[in-house]
Structure formats: C-alpha cells, structure tokens
C-alpha cells in the first residue's frame, strides 16, 4: 500500500506534546497508520510570493509539507472566494455572499500554486485525500499535471439544496472540479441528495447508482461519511477537572443551580443569537428558574477580518447585555460569555458538569461538540443534549431532543422538558446516544472513508470537460 497524502487548508501541529482535537484527529490517525504527507497552508502570511517558504517536517512517519500565503491571496483565496463565498452560501446564506471576480480567479490561481508545489512531492502509488471547501479544485489542477493517483475529497460543511449551489458564482466550473475526483464524500445522507439532485438538474451526468456517478468514461463514487470524535479520549480528559470547575460545580449544587452549556466557533451559521433569546423565553416561561439556571457560552474567535463575523460579535455582546441587565440579580447573572478560546482540557469538564447541551446551529455539516458533549458525560447522571435539526449531526443522534433552532419557543420548550427530564430517560437516551458515537468514532470515518477511495474502480484522464 502507498502513502497517504492529505491537502487540508490547515495542517496540525504534529510536534510532541500538542493536543490534537476537532476533524484533526481522525486524519492524524490515519496519517500515523499509513504513513504519508500532510500539505496545506502554514498559517502564516507575507507580502508577496518571494518571501514565501516552503516547509518540510517529520515527524516519525508523517512528513508536512506546507507554505504561507501572500497577503493578496489571504485577502481574495481564502478571506475572499472561500469565506466571502463558498461558506455563506453552502451554509444558505446567499444574503451573506460578497462577490467578486477577483476572489474566484485568486481562489483558482491559489489551488494551481498549491498543486504546483505538491506536484513534485507525489509517488505514483501514493494515494489522496483532499479536504473541505478551500480545495475543490486541487483534483482538477493535479490532473493537469498528469497526476493519476486515486484522489478523494471530504467535504466537511454542508452540500446545499441545488437552487442554492446554482447561485454560487462560476458553480459549473465547481462542478467540473468535483467530479475530477474519484471519490466525492459527504457527511450526511441529505447532502448527497443535494448534489445528486444538482447534477440531475444542472449536468449530463448519469446516475448510475446512488453511490456511483458516470460522466463521460470516468467513474465518480459518491457517499456519506459521518465525522466522529475519538470518544475515549474527550471522556478521559472529562473526567480530569481542575480546581476552579470543582469548585464551581459544588457552589452549583448548593444553590441548586444547573448550568446549559454550548461551545462554538463565533460564526454566524451557529445560531447564537437566536440561541440566547430561546433562553430569554425559558426564563420567561419558566420563571421558577430564574436565579436557578446558567447558561455559559464559550464561543471562541473566528475569522475576525470578515464583516459578517464582527457583526455578530457586536449582536451577540449587546443581547447577552440586555438578558443580563433584564433577569441578573445580585448573586446570580443569567449568560456567562466568553468570547475566548478554552483550552481543550478545560472545556471536556465543563461539558461534564453541564445538564444541558445546547448545540442548535442555523446550519452545520456535522458538528463535533454535541459528540463531545455526549461523549463528555457522566453515564450515571449524565446530561440531555439539545440538538438543531440543522446539523448534520441530528441524521445519527436522534435520542437528542432535536429542534428547529429557529423557532425561539421551541427551543425554549425544549429547555424546559430537559430540565424536568427524570434520571432514567436521561440514562436511556445516554446509552443509545453514546454507542452511536462510539460506533462511529474518528477512526471508524477515515477508514470507511479510505476503504471506499482504495475500493473505487476509476480510471482518469485528464482535462475532460462535464
Ligand atoms: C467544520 C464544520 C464539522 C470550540 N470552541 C473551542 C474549541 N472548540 C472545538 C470544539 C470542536 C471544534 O472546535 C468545532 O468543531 P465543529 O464541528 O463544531 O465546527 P467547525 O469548526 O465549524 O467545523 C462542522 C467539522 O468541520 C468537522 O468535519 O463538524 O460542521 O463546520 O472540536 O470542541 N476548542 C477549544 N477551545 C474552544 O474555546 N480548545
């Protein structure tokens, strides 16, 4: 078997010592296992092409091979095309999408840089897993370059409905750069639908199967690879609590407190706002609680050069101000936020010693926290995950209480059944819950995912036009 090579925008730090958390962990682990070469961007950014170096680690059997970004292609590639375009609108928010045709020509000229460089590090048996948005057209630009390796592509955020994909700028030509690839996976059943329904509408293409696609001579395979989380290792790092959360949790327990939990990104498709005004409405529906209920939102810095993000942020301070203002009282304020990133083990206890997960995003591809969260608890008395219909993962966890995340009484509803919920649901739910994610950790996906790439029986040829 050869090589693994993965291109990710990012790569993880693979030094000693670092703790590797999110959709990293399952491409490490299959890293380490094969052996092989992770390429992306370092991270860093200059101010034109000459003061870019190319970057060569090793560590045991992974090398990462990665280089920075000029600030032009941080502003239009990756500021622009991915986060400006591709995001907003693979997330249905076309009213967010800031179009400009230097984003997409920058976004293709900056795969070609990155294919240009990978290029020359490939083995003919190596095998390829593309990852997430940034990348879509990196099969294409290989191909150009003669390389006919067995190139895969995971796609971590959603697939949108097809109306929706037809409107992003120059979606043809995505088109024709996803189906360079020989394997296409998504993360849940609906996503493959979507596309499925895309191609019917906007291509010659024959489905052959619903896992399997022709166009031309070349054979696509397409399918759903749910995400996971390495289960044992977020329950381990629960279980170990420091000082201060103990403390905190006593205090809780004296003043019979309870606390909701949630843990994002600041993005607007996580749906904070509407989040802490479904709060708003428990306390006010259930006003019995007041005094009783906290509600800590952690949701750490994102992409701060984009408008959209610091509008949100601004939104998100002056709500939980005014729910604050409205409901706190001298001992007790309503909203904890923290507008940090936690560190990791930090954040697996206080997941533990929160009755509520409140994960209710607008619209997510998967979403690891409320695996975390399940993953986190204690299955003697463990907590209730409250979970948007939104996210990918509500295919897989239906014993969460699922709710459309835009209907602020539901959601509110949902709060109040969670905290009267007698212990022995809660168990019940737990179990099923927890065997699911366990089931379908982060190794179980990279190597579905990688069984299916080696299995595919694709032969292909270069610039075909779809
Ligand atoms: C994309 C897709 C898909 C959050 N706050 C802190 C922190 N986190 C960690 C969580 C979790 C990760 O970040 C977030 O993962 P999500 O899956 O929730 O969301 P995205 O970042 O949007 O990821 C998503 C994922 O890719 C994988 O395919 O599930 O749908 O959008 O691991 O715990 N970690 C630390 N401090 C924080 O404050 N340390």
Redesign the pocket.
């Known amino acids: 078997m050869g090589r693994l090579v993965v291109i990710s925008n990012r790569t993880a730090n693979l030094g000693k010592n670092t703790q590797i ?3 990293a962990v399952g491409i490490v682990d299959a890293l380490r296992k094969q052996g092989g070469l992770w390429a992306g961007w370092d991270g860093s950014v200059v101010d034109d092409a000459a003061a870019a170096t190319t970057k060569i680690q090793t560590h045991g059997n992974v090398t990462t091979l990665t280089t920075a970004l000029t600030s032009e292609e941080h502003e239009k590639y990756y500021l622009g095309f991915s986060n400006r375009v591709l995001w907003p609108a693979f997330h249905y928010r076309l009213d967010l999408m800031d179009y400009r045709m230097e984003f997409a020509d920058s976004y293709s000229a900056t795969n070609e840089k990155f294919a240009e460089l990978i290029r020359g590090h490939l083995r003919d048996d190596d095998v390829i897993w593309v990852h997430d948005y940034h990348l879509i057209p990196m099969a294409a630009e290989l191909r150009k370059r003669n390389c006919k390796n067995k190139i895969g592509f995971f796609l ?2 959603p697939f949108p409905s097809a109306d929706i994909f037809s409107a992003v700028p120059r979606h043809e030509w995505l088109r024709y750069c996803l189906l360079q690839f020989d394997l296409i996976g998504f ?1 849940t059943v609906n996503d493959v639908h979507n596309f499925h329904r895309y191609l019917k509408e906007h291509s010659d293409a024959a489905i052959i199967s619903p896992e399997v696609v022709r166009v031309n001579d070349r054979t696509i395979n397409i399918g759903h690879f749910p ?1 996971g ?1 390495d289960v044992q290792q977020f329950a381990k790092a629960s279980a170990r609590t420091d000082d201060t959360i103990e403390l905190e949790r006593m205090r809780r327990k004296v003043l019979q407190r309870f606390q909701v939990i949630s ?3 600041l ?1 607007y ?1 996580k749906g904070l706002p509407h989040r802490m005004k479904a709060f708003r409405k428990f306390l006010e529906i259930c006003p019995e609680y007041q005094g009783h209920a906290d509600y800590l939102q ?1 949701a ?1 810095p994102s992409r701060e050069d984009v408008t959209a993000y610091s509008d949100i942020k601004a939104e998100l301070e002056q709500l939980a101000g005014a729910v604050n203002g409205r409901f706190a009282d001298f001992n007790w304020a309503p909203i904890q936020y923290i507008n ?5 083990e930090k ?1 697996a206890p206080l997941f533990r010693s929160s009755l509520v997960g409140l994960i209710t995003p607008l619209r ?6 409320a695996k ?1 969260y399940i993953a986190a608890q204690d299955d003697k008395d463990p907590g209730i995950l409250i979970l948007s219909k939104f ?3 509500a295919e897989e966890l239906s014993e969460a209480l699922i709710v459309n995340p835009y209907d602020i009484s539901e959601v509110a509803g949902a709060l109040k059944t969670a905290v009267a919920m007698p212990l022995e649901e809660r168990q019940l739910r737990h179990r099923k819950l927890l065997k699911r994610i366990t089931d379908h950790d982060a190794q179980w996906w990279q190597r579905q995912y990688l069984q299916a790439l080696q299995r595919g029986d694709q032969h292909p040829t270069a610039n075909e036009r779809v």
Not at 340 to 344: M, V
Not at 364 to 369: I, K, Q, R, S
């Open positions: 958390g999110g959709l971590h955020i993360q995400i989380i843990a994002d990104r993005d498709s952690i750490s940090r990133n936690i560190p990791r954040l997510d591809g998967m979403n690891l926290v975390e996210a990918g993962a």
